[in-house]
T-cell receptor, first 112, second 115 residues
Framework: KQEVTQIPAALSVPEGENLVLNCSFTDSAIYNLQWFRQDPGKGLTSLLLIQSSQREQTSGRLNASLDKSSGRSTLYIAASQPGDSATYLC???????????FGQGTELSVKP | NAGVMQNPRHLVRRRGQEARLRCSPMKGHSHVYWYRQLPEEGLKFMVY????????ESGMPKERFSAEFPKEGPSILRIQQVVRGDSAAYFC?????????????FGPGTRLTVL
């Protein structure tokens, strides 16, 4: 059974700092991995999607990597800003029906 | 091209009533997933539907919950005789097909509160 774990559960950093969020999964049989952002009481905003054959994806200040063989992904945020404060969710798309399996999230707070 | 639409955005029900949540997928998408986010918990898969077919309902509670995706109209998640533990945010996501690489697009969610 696929399990997704995100570390740390919460993170507080000063503005301008570079940071890394971690995601691990137990079964490497995935179609892709996706990083989302969720603001309190709101829906999901897709940040980056990495296909299983890819190693990384970049969008602006965000860079996500995928090492399928070791079951790990990282989300790197450069030059963090207070507007980056949110919960970041990692999800893998399993190859048994294609549902997304989510981690518990990392709650990020960027202090001005 | 409108995104995934869900209504209502907020729904309040008393214990024992029925809740109907609607999801209109993106244009051209014929596959829908429903997920539930309980307070202080992560998002969990509930059910996967294609038009007129339930493909995977392994995440659905065995009683009181049902889902459909008719040939015409939105997908419906129905909860009968709601209890306080059903209070959660319910999200649907749609995609075009070809599971292996197509992205799921999420709706804004329906927040159900059971009094």
């Amino acid at each position: 059974k696929q399990e997704v774990t995100q570390i740390p559960a919460a993170l507080s950093v000063p503005e301008g700092e570079n940071l890394v969020l971690n995601c691990s999964f137990t079964d490497s049989a995935i179609y892709n991995l996706q990083w989302f952002r969720q603001d309190p009481g709101k829906g999901l905003t897709s940040l980056l999607l990495i296909q299983s054959s890819q190693r990384e994806q970049t969008s602006g200040r965000l860079n996500a990597s995928l090492d399928k063989s070791s079951g790990r992904s990282t989300l790197y945020i450069a030059a963090s800003q207070p507007g980056d404060s949110a919960t970041y969710l990692c999800a893998v798309r399993d190859n048994q029906g294609g549902k997304l399996i989510f981690g518990q999230g990392t709650e990020l707070s960027v202090k001005p | 091209n409108a995104g995934v639409m869900q209504n209502p955005r907020h729904l309040v029900r008393r214990r024992g009533q029925e809740a109907r949540l609607r999801c209109s997928p993106m244009k051209g998408h014929s596959h829908v997933y429903w997920y539930r986010q309980l307070p202080e918990e992560g998002l969990k898969f509930m059910v996967y539907l294609q038009k007129e077919n339930i493909i995977d309902e392994s995440g659905m509670p065995k009683e009181r919950f049902s889902a459909e995706f008719p040939k015409e109209g939105p997908s419906i998640l129905r909860i009968q005789q709601v209890v306080r533990g059903d209070s959660a945010a319910y999200f649907c996501a749609s995609f075009r097909g070809e599971i292996s690489y197509n992205e799921q697009f999420f709706g804004p969610g329906t927040r159900l509160t059971v009094l």
